[in-house]
Protein backbone atom coordinates (compact mmCIF):
# COMPACT_ATOMS: atom_id res chain seq x y z
CA UNK A 1 0.00 0.00 0.00
CA UNK A 2 1.71 3.72 -1.22
CA UNK A 3 1.63 6.16 1.79
CA UNK A 4 3.46 8.51 0.03
CA UNK A 5 3.32 10.62 -2.89
CA UNK A 6 6.11 10.96 -5.99
CA UNK A 7 6.68 14.83 -5.78
CA UNK A 8 9.09 14.95 -9.15
CA UNK A 9 5.70 13.56 -11.04
CA UNK A 10 3.83 16.73 -9.65
CA UNK A 11 6.26 18.87 -11.32
CA UNK A 12 6.78 17.51 -14.22
CA UNK A 13 2.70 17.74 -15.22
CA UNK A 14 2.90 21.36 -13.85
CA UNK A 15 5.28 22.15 -16.10
CA UNK A 16 3.43 20.62 -19.15
CA UNK A 17 0.09 22.30 -17.90
CA UNK A 18 2.07 25.93 -17.90
CA UNK A 19 3.74 24.98 -21.03
CA UNK A 20 0.61 24.65 -22.62
CA UNK A 21 -1.13 27.93 -21.58
CA UNK A 22 1.66 29.37 -23.10
CA UNK A 23 1.32 28.13 -26.69
CA UNK A 24 -2.51 28.60 -25.90
CA UNK A 25 -1.87 32.61 -25.43
CA UNK A 26 0.47 32.43 -28.60
CA UNK A 27 -2.41 30.97 -30.91
CA UNK A 28 -4.67 33.95 -29.97
CA UNK A 29 -2.08 36.10 -31.59
CA UNK A 30 -0.80 34.77 -34.34
CA UNK A 31 -3.63 32.29 -35.69
CA UNK A 32 -3.31 28.59 -36.28
CA UNK A 33 -0.23 27.12 -35.97
CA UNK A 34 1.18 24.09 -38.60
CA UNK A 35 2.11 20.90 -36.91
CA UNK A 36 6.10 22.19 -37.36
CA UNK A 37 5.46 25.27 -34.70
CA UNK A 38 4.36 22.59 -31.85
CA UNK A 39 7.99 20.68 -32.43
CA UNK A 40 10.09 23.11 -30.23
CA UNK A 41 7.22 23.10 -27.27
CA UNK A 42 6.67 18.78 -27.55
CA UNK A 43 10.44 18.57 -27.21
CA UNK A 44 10.90 20.76 -23.83
CA UNK A 45 7.81 18.32 -22.48
CA UNK A 46 10.09 15.47 -23.63
CA UNK A 47 12.95 16.77 -21.54
CA UNK A 48 10.88 17.51 -18.95
CA UNK A 49 9.23 14.28 -18.47
CA UNK A 50 12.64 12.19 -19.34
CA UNK A 51 14.59 14.52 -16.49
CA UNK A 52 11.70 13.38 -13.68
CA UNK A 53 12.03 10.19 -14.82
CA UNK A 54 13.40 7.95 -12.15
CA UNK A 55 16.50 6.86 -15.06
CA UNK A 56 14.88 3.32 -15.03
CA UNK A 57 13.93 4.27 -19.18
CA UNK A 58 16.36 3.30 -21.58
CA UNK A 59 14.76 6.33 -23.53
CA UNK A 60 13.14 9.29 -23.13
CA UNK A 61 9.89 10.29 -23.94
CA UNK A 62 9.11 11.35 -27.13
CA UNK A 63 6.85 14.18 -28.46
CA UNK A 64 3.72 12.98 -30.52
CA UNK A 65 2.74 16.91 -31.84
CA UNK A 66 0.50 18.97 -31.35
CA UNK A 67 -3.36 18.41 -32.11
CA UNK A 68 -5.13 19.66 -35.05
CA UNK A 69 -6.34 22.90 -33.82
CA UNK A 70 -3.37 25.22 -32.67
CA UNK A 71 -5.94 27.28 -30.52
CA UNK A 72 -6.19 24.27 -27.96
CA UNK A 73 -2.42 23.91 -27.36
CA UNK A 74 -2.94 20.91 -26.13
CA UNK A 75 0.44 18.65 -26.40
CA UNK A 76 1.08 15.45 -25.92
CA UNK A 77 3.58 13.14 -25.03
CA UNK A 78 4.38 9.23 -25.56
CA UNK A 79 6.57 6.98 -23.71
CA UNK A 80 8.66 5.24 -26.23
CA UNK A 81 11.66 2.12 -26.08
CA UNK A 82 11.08 1.62 -22.06
CA UNK A 83 13.55 -1.09 -20.75
CA UNK A 84 12.68 -3.14 -18.48
CA UNK A 85 14.70 -4.28 -16.42
CA UNK A 86 15.96 -7.99 -16.14
CA UNK A 87 14.42 -10.05 -12.91
CA UNK A 88 17.14 -11.20 -10.41
CA UNK A 89 18.78 -14.65 -11.18
CA UNK A 90 18.78 -16.41 -8.28
CA UNK A 91 21.84 -16.82 -6.26
CA UNK A 92 23.47 -19.93 -7.37
CA UNK A 93 24.45 -22.20 -4.34
CA UNK A 94 28.18 -22.48 -3.73
CA UNK A 95 29.88 -26.09 -3.61
CA UNK A 96 31.76 -25.02 -0.47
CA UNK A 97 29.00 -24.53 1.24
CA UNK A 98 27.63 -27.47 0.99
CA UNK A 99 27.75 -29.78 4.45
CA UNK A 100 31.13 -32.04 4.87
CA UNK A 101 30.58 -35.49 4.08
CA UNK A 102 30.52 -37.64 7.48
CA UNK A 103 33.88 -39.24 8.45
CA UNK A 104 33.85 -42.86 8.78
CA UNK A 105 34.18 -44.06 12.12
CA UNK A 106 36.78 -45.97 13.27
CA UNK A 107 36.40 -49.37 13.84
CA UNK A 108 36.84 -51.38 17.07
CA UNK A 109 39.55 -53.07 17.83
CA UNK A 110 39.67 -56.73 17.87
CA UNK A 111 41.39 -59.53 19.63
CA UNK A 112 43.78 -59.66 16.57
CA UNK A 113 44.50 -56.07 16.63
CA UNK A 114 46.44 -55.54 19.85
CA UNK A 115 49.06 -57.37 21.44
CA UNK A 116 47.81 -57.25 25.54
CA UNK A 117 50.49 -57.41 28.36
CA UNK A 118 50.24 -57.38 31.95
CA UNK A 119 53.29 -55.90 34.48
CA UNK A 120 52.95 -55.51 38.70
CA UNK A 121 52.39 -52.09 39.71
CA UNK A 122 55.08 -51.07 42.29
CA UNK A 123 54.74 -51.62 46.02
CA UNK A 124 54.74 -54.63 48.12
CA UNK A 125 52.64 -56.53 48.35
CA UNK A 126 51.47 -56.54 44.53
CA UNK A 127 47.76 -55.69 44.81
CA UNK A 128 47.39 -54.00 41.39
CA UNK A 129 48.55 -54.93 37.96
CA UNK A 130 48.87 -52.75 34.84
CA UNK A 131 47.34 -54.26 31.35
CA UNK A 132 49.22 -52.54 27.95
CA UNK A 133 47.28 -52.83 24.93
CA UNK A 134 49.51 -51.94 21.81
CA UNK A 135 47.89 -51.54 18.30
CA UNK A 136 49.43 -54.10 15.87
CA UNK A 137 47.30 -53.91 13.06
CA UNK A 138 48.90 -51.28 11.07
CA UNK A 139 45.88 -49.22 10.95
CA UNK A 140 43.95 -47.32 13.31
CA UNK A 141 41.21 -48.64 15.87
CA UNK A 142 38.66 -47.77 18.96
CA UNK A 143 39.65 -49.90 22.14
CA UNK A 144 35.79 -49.62 23.76
CA UNK A 145 35.15 -49.62 27.58
CA UNK A 146 37.17 -51.67 29.42
CA UNK A 147 39.12 -55.34 29.09
CA UNK A 148 37.32 -58.31 30.00
CA UNK A 149 39.33 -60.12 32.04
CA UNK A 150 38.73 -64.23 32.96
CA UNK A 151 41.54 -65.14 36.01
CA UNK A 152 39.89 -68.82 35.75
CA UNK A 153 41.24 -71.93 34.19
CA UNK A 154 38.43 -71.15 31.28
CA UNK A 155 36.87 -67.76 30.31
CA UNK A 156 33.73 -69.60 30.46
CA UNK A 157 33.36 -70.37 33.58
CA UNK A 158 35.62 -68.09 35.00
CA UNK A 159 33.97 -65.16 36.98
CA UNK A 160 33.59 -61.41 35.71
CA UNK A 161 35.80 -59.21 36.42
CA UNK A 162 33.57 -55.77 37.29
CA UNK A 163 34.55 -52.50 35.83
CA UNK A 164 35.09 -49.57 38.46
CA UNK A 165 32.91 -46.50 36.81
CA UNK A 166 34.78 -43.33 38.10
CA UNK A 167 37.78 -44.69 35.44
CA UNK A 168 35.40 -44.28 32.18
CA UNK A 169 37.21 -41.78 30.26
CA UNK A 170 35.31 -38.66 28.98
CA UNK A 171 35.97 -39.80 24.60
CA UNK A 172 36.26 -42.87 23.03
CA UNK A 173 40.12 -44.62 22.90
CA UNK A 174 40.96 -44.50 19.42
CA UNK A 175 44.89 -46.50 18.82
CA UNK A 176 46.70 -45.36 16.03
CA UNK A 177 49.32 -47.81 14.34
CA UNK A 178 51.68 -48.83 17.27
CA UNK A 179 50.55 -46.90 19.96
CA UNK A 180 49.04 -48.28 23.35
CA UNK A 181 46.45 -47.97 25.78
CA UNK A 182 46.41 -48.68 29.30
CA UNK A 183 43.91 -50.21 32.29
CA UNK A 184 44.59 -50.76 36.10
CA UNK A 185 43.36 -54.20 37.56
CA UNK A 186 42.99 -54.30 41.41
CA UNK A 187 43.78 -58.04 42.18
CA UNK A 188 43.67 -58.15 46.28
CA UNK A 189 43.56 -56.42 48.94
CA UNK A 190 47.33 -57.13 50.02
CA UNK A 191 49.08 -60.28 50.36
CA UNK A 192 48.57 -64.14 49.99
CA UNK A 193 46.23 -65.47 52.19
CA UNK A 194 43.07 -68.61 51.85
CA UNK A 195 41.07 -65.56 49.92
CA UNK A 196 43.26 -65.85 46.99
CA UNK A 197 44.97 -68.56 44.28
CA UNK A 198 48.02 -67.97 42.04
CA UNK A 199 47.50 -67.29 38.52
CA UNK A 200 50.03 -67.89 35.81
CA UNK A 201 48.22 -66.78 32.92
CA UNK A 202 44.44 -65.18 32.44
CA UNK A 203 42.60 -64.38 29.60
CA UNK A 204 41.34 -60.92 28.43
CA UNK A 205 38.38 -59.83 25.96
CA UNK A 206 37.11 -56.54 24.24
CA UNK A 207 34.65 -54.85 23.47
CA UNK A 208 32.84 -54.82 20.01
CA UNK A 209 30.24 -52.20 18.98
CA UNK A 210 27.25 -54.34 20.26
CA UNK A 211 28.89 -56.49 22.89
CA UNK A 212 31.93 -58.39 24.08
CA UNK A 213 33.73 -59.79 20.77
CA UNK A 214 34.33 -63.04 19.57
CA UNK A 215 37.50 -64.65 21.08
CA UNK A 216 40.24 -63.92 24.02
CA UNK A 217 43.73 -62.62 24.05
CA UNK A 218 45.58 -65.47 26.87
CA UNK A 219 47.76 -62.93 28.57
CA UNK A 220 51.07 -64.36 31.00
CA UNK A 221 51.25 -62.90 34.23
CA UNK A 222 54.01 -60.96 35.54
CA UNK A 223 56.92 -63.33 36.72
CA UNK A 224 56.12 -65.21 39.69
CA UNK A 225 52.44 -65.14 38.94
CA UNK A 226 50.04 -62.81 40.82
CA UNK A 227 47.51 -63.50 44.24
CA UNK A 228 44.03 -62.90 42.98
CA UNK A 229 41.01 -62.93 45.29
CA UNK A 230 38.10 -63.24 43.01
CA UNK A 231 35.61 -61.22 45.58
CA UNK A 232 37.90 -57.92 45.60
CA UNK A 233 39.05 -57.88 41.52
CA UNK A 234 38.36 -54.87 39.79
CA UNK A 235 39.35 -53.16 36.39
CA UNK A 236 39.38 -50.32 35.51
CA UNK A 237 38.74 -48.55 31.68
CA UNK A 238 40.96 -48.33 29.14
CA UNK A 239 42.69 -45.32 28.87
CA UNK A 240 45.93 -43.46 27.01
CA UNK A 241 47.78 -43.19 30.52
CA UNK A 242 46.77 -43.83 33.74
CA UNK A 243 45.57 -41.04 36.23
CA UNK A 244 45.68 -40.40 39.89
CA UNK A 245 42.02 -40.44 41.10
CA UNK A 246 40.30 -42.15 38.07
CA UNK A 247 42.42 -45.16 38.38
CA UNK A 248 43.26 -45.64 42.14
CA UNK A 249 41.08 -48.03 43.47
Same mark, same amino acid.
Not at 12 to 32: K, Q, W
Not at 41 to 55: E, L, M, Y
Not at 104 to 120: H, Q
Given at each position: ????????????????????????????????????????????????????????????????????????????????????????????????????????????? +??? #? @???? $???? /? !?? =??????? &????????????????????????? +??? #? @???? $???? /? !?? =??????? &???????????????????????????????????????????????????????????????????????
Amino acid at each position: MRTSIRRPAVFAATAVAALGLTLTACGGDEGTKDNGAATPAATVAATVAASTDGGTSGSATAASGASGSGASGVVTTTRIGVKKKAPAKAPSKSSSNAAPKARAKTPAC +TVG #D @VKIS $AAKQ /P !GV =PTTHITL &TATNVSGHSCTLLQYPLLAFGELPQ +TSK #D @VPPV $AKSR /P !GA =PIVLNAG &TPAYAAVRINNGGVDEKTHTVRSFYVNLFAADGPAEGSETVIAPKGGIAVDDAVAKTGYWTYELRNGADEF
